[in-house]
């Protein structure tokens, strides 16, 4: 979390949780979070409140809350937000509630104020895919996923490279500084920032001569090796997956052999189950089907 220069010479470090001032949110907040915890996490170095921040670690912090009635009939959309100095809301993916210590818990790469909400976000699109419904209204209440639109989420549609590996990255909390992104990625994608610290961290070499083809859609053999890597990295799961692994598939033969250990491993854990006896490596994957593989995945956390 520190560096030893950062606290060189320090006598005494702490680190406060304490109630955050909700007269300084906007009225609009107080009403959006009610009478849910508001706290403000700080760091002291000998009595000197100094910011912190780490892109290449993080702290998990867990707030005691009671959910109402009403939010026990739907806990998993139990979140929190990140407050910054101008009073705008981040949405902090791996906000949860934890029924068993009756807690909700997030981690962050950084201090300030932070909210425990309920928020229930859903799109008008998604009468075709009620056996995704819940899935992608979980994950995008909590900032996981996000629509082509306020209102719309294009369940049906191909997903693209770039939003998977958003998707991705955001779905498993990961983060990492870089210095460098792939050359046909622009700087302000809402993407970038993600598909950055996936490359920084080896989770993806992208398309070859320095570029990631960010709209074009992923094939479903490079989603699983994607998300296969990023597993094993964290240690969620375990890359021991072989070519056997994939004998139940009659399509096995199309799987490229950079893709096999990924794919087998997914197999393996049973979080790929293919269609019928086929895994499809080359097909493309819909918005709606990479909701529920994610929300599996999010389960991992």
Excluded: C
Aim: charged residues 25%; hydrophobic residues 40%.
């Amino acid at each position: 979390m520190l560096q030893a220069s950062d606290i060189a010479g320090a006598e005494k470090v702490s680190l406060t949780i304490a109630p955050a001032d909700r007269n300084k949110l906007t009225r609009e907040l107080q009403l959006q979070i009610g009478d849910r915890p508001v706290i403000e996490l700080g760091l002291k170095i000998d009595g000197k409140t100094v910011p912190w921040r780490n892109e290449d670690t993080a702290v998990t912090v867990s707030i005691p809350y009671l959910p109402t009635e009403e939010e026990l009939a739907d806990p998993e959309h139990i979140t929190v937000w990140y407050i910054d100095v101008n009073g705008n809301v981040v949405e902090v993916p791996s906000g949860r509630y934890d029924p068993s210590t009756g807690t909700v818990t997030f981690s962050t790469s950084h201090f300030s104020k932070y909210a425990v909400v309920f928020v229930d976000k859903t799109f008008e699109d998604l009468g075709s895919v009620t056996w995704a419904k819940k899935q992608i209204e979980v994950l995008a209440s909590k900032g996981v996923l996000k629509g082509v639109s306020e209102k719309e989420y294009a369940p049906q549609a191909a997903i693209t490279r770039a939003d998977y590996l958003y998707f991705l990255v955001r779905t498993l909390g990961v983060n990492a500084r870089f210095d460098e992104n792939f050359a046909d990625l622009k700087g302000d994608a809402y993407y970038y920032r993600e598909i950055g610290i996936a490359k920084k961290l080896g989770i993806t070499n992208g398309t070859g001569n320095n570029r990631f083809s960010p709209e074009e859609p992923i094939t479903r053999q490079d989603m699983m090796v994607l998300t296969g890597r990023a597993l094993g990295m964290l240690k969620k799961l375990e890359l021991q997956g072989t070519s056997s692994d994939l004998d139940i598939f009659a399509d096995k033969s199309l799987v490229a052999d950079y893709a096999v250990e990924s794919i087998a491993s997914l197999v393996r854990e049973g979080l790929i189950v293919g269609s019928g006896n086929r895994v499809n490596p080359l097909g493309k994957t819909t918005r709606a089907e990479a909701a529920v593989f994610l929300y599996r995945i999010y389960g991992l956390n």
